[in-house]
């Protein structure tokens, strides 16, 4: 091979590559948009300000539960309690607020320590005393559901006080949607070129300059018209805030700490992750307590919307947890997966869900449907293994 051959080659590699294609991301956001214009085109209150509010109201739980079920899942495990757990501190959040008549800020306290102390529990025995995440958190299903049946006595517990009613089913003003908006695009452009600035400063090719211009167009387009639809009705639903605030700090902490990257090296390669020195069981422990405290989250959000504590609150939550994973692009396997994924397929899964509940669709065709799209999820998963191990 000559010297002009390996220039050659040396400025290919090095062009400019305006089409670079993901094709995981660009399946995921097609799916997303083919089942918006989908069920527009099927009913006409789809895309109606009520109706995507009401759908980012009904996402919030799901996506919660799925951030946490991301740094499980990345680190090589599962979680199958989670739906349970969302009822169990649900009902005792119902208990402390409305029989004993709790104030906001205990109940938020006492309900996120317990979700904790079930998570450290449970990521000890799974850590420290090797059994697996599968049985323990299949145990903890069952035994969650049995001590909330208990605890209630069987019954529905409300109604909530104002304050904590507000959790779920209150909203943000107007102007402070558009700060949050505006806040959203500063935070979005300064991502978006520190990321080329870091990539050209380590030698890294860099998108074209218009590329990333259009890129942040696009992104403003969408914050722009997703706070004048929100606005157009009562404003951003609260929930939502919650899970844009969850979604940006777990974000950090899986990208921009020793603690993610650790996380991602365990479900890759444990063995090697091991010998690097990293402490695999403290690591398995924190991540089902964050998990855990995720799910205690989350049922706060979905007690205080529902303004009351009901049995089957929560129920089969932990498989549209893991459901909304999956189809983002978290690999079952672990080691791979994002946050900002996993929040796409709580929307993916909402979107179905509020599109069968708009057509009055039997409910056995809802989990056909749903059951469809999760098996179709995990095949593009392997199959883009498969490929890239070609």
């Known amino acids: 091979m000559n ?70 899942i990345v680190a090589g495990q599962i979680d199958l309690s989670v739906g349970s757990l969302v009822g169990l501190t649900g009902g005792i959040a ?68 104002p304050s904590v009613k507000a959790i779920g089913q209150s909203y943000v003003g107007d102007m402070i949607g558009w700060i949050f908006g505006i806040a959203a695009l500063a935070v979005a452009g300064y991502l978006v070129m520190r990321k080329r600035a870091a990539r050209a400063k380590f030698g890294f090719d860099v998108e074209p300059f218009a590329v990333s211009v259009l890129r942040l167009g696009v992104i403003g387009a969408l914050v722009i018209g997703f706070v004048y639809l929100m606005n157009s009705y009562k404003g951003i639903p609260v929930p939502f805030v919650m899970v844009i605030v969850l979604a940006l700090i777990f974000t950090f902490i899986s990208k921009n700490t020793t603690f993610g990257r650790q996380i991602f090296a365990i479900g890759g390669n444990a063995e090697a992750a091991r010998l690097s020195g990293i402490n695999i069981k403290r690591r398995i422990l924190l991540v089902f307590v964050l998990c855990n405290t995720l799910a205690a989250i989350a049922a706060l959000v979905l007690t205080a919307r529902l303004n009351a504590a009901t049995m089957s609150a929560g129920q089969n939550y932990e498989l549209d947890a893991i459901a909304a994973c999956v189809i983002g692009g978290t690999s079952l396997m672990g080691g791979t997966g994002s946050i900002v994924g996993a929040i796409i397929g709580a929307l993916v899964m909402a979107s179905l869900d509020n599109g069968m509940s708009l057509m009055n669709l039997e409910s056995f065709w809802q989990y056909i449907v749903k059951g469809g799209i999760l098996i179709l999820a995990v095949y593009v998963d392997i199959y883009t293994r498969q490929r890239k191990k070609a």
């Open 94 to 161: 119902a208990i402390l607020n409305v029989w004993y008549e709790w104030n906001l800020i205990p109940v938020i306290i006492a309900t996120l320590g317990i979700g904790a102390a079930i998570g450290f529990i449970q990521g000890w025995i799974i850590a420290y005393r090797a059994v697996p995440a599968f049985i323990v958190t299949l145990g903890g299903m069952l035994i969650f559901r049995g001590v909330l049946f208990g605890t209630t006595g069987s019954v529905t517990i409300a109604p909530l006080t």
């Open 3 to 72: 010297q002009e051959t390996l220039l050659n080659q040396t400025k290919a590699k090095r062009r400019p590559n305006w089409f670079k294609f993901d094709a995981r991301a660009y399946t995921m956001i097609g799916a997303l948009l083919s089942i918006w214009v989908l069920f527009s085109l099927l009913h006409d209150r789809f895309l109606s300000p009520t109706n995507i509010s009401n759908l980012f109201l009904q996402m919030s739980v799901t996506s919660i539960l799925a951030i946490g079920m991301v740094l499980v």
